[in-house]
């Protein structure tokens, strides 16, 4: 399908000449490692997190959502073992004063203490602890302290008992949650694969302890599929099983999902089976019962939990890699983003042929109709071919283009991104039309 190869330098520079992602505070020379999703970026974030949101609950019986607050008691970081164990070793650069992760620069630099930025002399190692640290109240003390969350789990394992009382649920059951974590860690320079400030899309599933194996395999060929379903190559996805060397303290057995990204296999997702570690250290820290009971076998016992836990942001970042294609047409580099219809930033996109002749009103009427069913983008700018390159580069996999021919008998050009064919198609009959081949479309599976 593809001429060329999709590297890291084309798609930040799509993404910062489209609206879909732009440095934070690029005007005072930007943040490292935060980024501003612009007009484009949001939406496709947006439907991503609505893809999985409405694949999570909606679709499940058993799966019920929270949004639980970023700033919670410190005691729940004590609980879950963060303040003790969420360091990481890190060295700084006397000269050049960039700091690194002790266990990421070539064991040559580390052991003569040479930068391997500028050749500067480094420092011992030292750990380093990850949490964002603040402040609540008027006075700065430690009594005072409170934390970013580094992680979303938490805040679902301590509405538990909440969720599981008011919902009426019962095991197994599921909790789900979409948001903000933060971690003061060294980022890479791979564009927002990882950053400083980022979205989570988790899903805690609670269930019995004898039935963990059981559960686990399904949520992991699950999550699996889920990719492909959002349109992502099945070539570009594989599966890796932590070794008992790289098994978080809290885990029983995890696996990732990986994707090939333009700089290597890296990890999407992960699933863990964490069996009943965290509940039993939040009834310990809180002196709270967090046990279930189980009436039909009159039987009460703590819940083991699958865990799936997914970047938002990152999966961004896998949606535009992994739609990102070059071609050549008619002696001219074509390049476009083969999103899934669904998770499109726009969907279609309408043009008058030319600006005269009532064209462009009937065509802006068109869109502005459109926009009760789909997000649209309307464009009466430059020659018609360009205007259809402009939308293939942003992903936009459908185009109306409103010609002489619509005045005559009510119908209008309907063009497809991927194939770039065109049809026919009665005004009445479009958003009927786009509704059918969204449901029908193959894409990159095809």
């Known amino acids: 399908m593809s001429e ?17 992602i732009f440095q934070s505070s690029e005007i005072y020379g930007g943040l490292s490692s935060a ?13 991503i997190q609505n893809f999985w949101w409405k694949e999570m609950t909606q679709l499940n019986d058993n799966i019920v959502g929270i949004d639980a607050a970023i700033m919670m008691h410190p005691r729940v970081w004590e609980a879950s073992g963060h303040v003790e164990n969420f360091h990481d070793p890190m060295v700084d650069c006397k000269k050049c004063k960039l700091r690194f992760r002790a266990d990421q620069i070539p064991e ?14 480094l420092t011992e190692p030292r750990q380093f602890n990850l949490m964002f640290k603040t402040h609540m109240g008027p006075v700065e003390d430690d009594s005072s302290i409170v934390y970013l969350r580094p992680e979303t789990a938490q805040g679902i394992y301590v509405n538990f008992k909440n969720v599981l009382q008011t919902s009426r649920l019962k095991i197994p059951f599921g909790i789900a949650q979409v948001g903000k974590a933060f ?3 060294i980022t890479t320079k791979n564009f927002i694969f990882r950053t400083c400030e980022f979205e989570q899309m988790e899903m805690q599933y609670f269930i019995r302890p004898d039935e963990d194996e059981k559960w686990f395999e399904y949520w992991k060929e699950k999550r699996f599929e889920y990719y492909v379903k959002l349109g992502i190559r099945r070539e570009n996805l594989r599966f890796h099983q932590h070794g008992p060397d790289e098994l978080a303290h809290y885990a029983k057995k995890a696996f990732d999902i990986e994707y090939n990204f333009p700089f290597g296999w890296k990890e999407l997702e992960g699933i863990h089976n964490r069996t009943d570690y965290d509940l039993k250290r939040h009834m310990e820290y809180s002196g709270k019962d967090l046990s279930y009971l189980d009436d039909i076998n ?3 016992f703590v819940p083991y939990i699958i865990e799936t836990s997914a970047g938002l942001t990152r999966t961004v970042l896998v949606v ?3 739609a990102y294609d070059e071609e050549t047409v008619e002696g001219e580099k074509r390049v476009v983003l083969r999103f899934h219809p669904i998770i499109a930033p726009i969907t279609v996109a309408v043009f008058p042929l030319v600006k005269k002749d009532g064209l462009a009103d009937l065509a802006r009427s068109i869109e502005k109709n459109l926009r009760e069913h789909f997000t649209t983008f309307y464009d009466q700018g430059g020659a018609i071919g360009r205007r259809y390159r402009r939308q ?10 409103v010609d002489y021919q619509t005045k005559e008998d009510n119908t209008v050009t309907l063009r497809f991104r991927d194939s770039m064919e065109q049809v026919r198609v009665k005004i009445n009959e479009i958003p009927s039309r786009i509704n059918d081949e969204i449901k029908n479309y193959r894409g990159k599976e095809s």
């Open 298 to 300: 009159r039987e009460r």
């Open 183 to 185: 971690r003061n860690e």
């Open 392 to 401: 293939d580069e942003v992903g936009t996999p459908f185009c109306i283009t």
């Open 108 to 121: 040559e630099n580390l052991k003569n203490h040479v930068c391997p930025e500028c050749g500067g002399e």
């Open 320 to 322: 535009l890699s992994d």
């Open 35 to 47: 980024w501003d999703y612009g007009p484009l970026g949001v939406e496709l974030k947006k439907r």
């Open 4 to 20: 060329s190869v999709v590297t890291m330098e084309k798609l930040v520079s799509l993404c910062k000449r489209r609206g879909f």
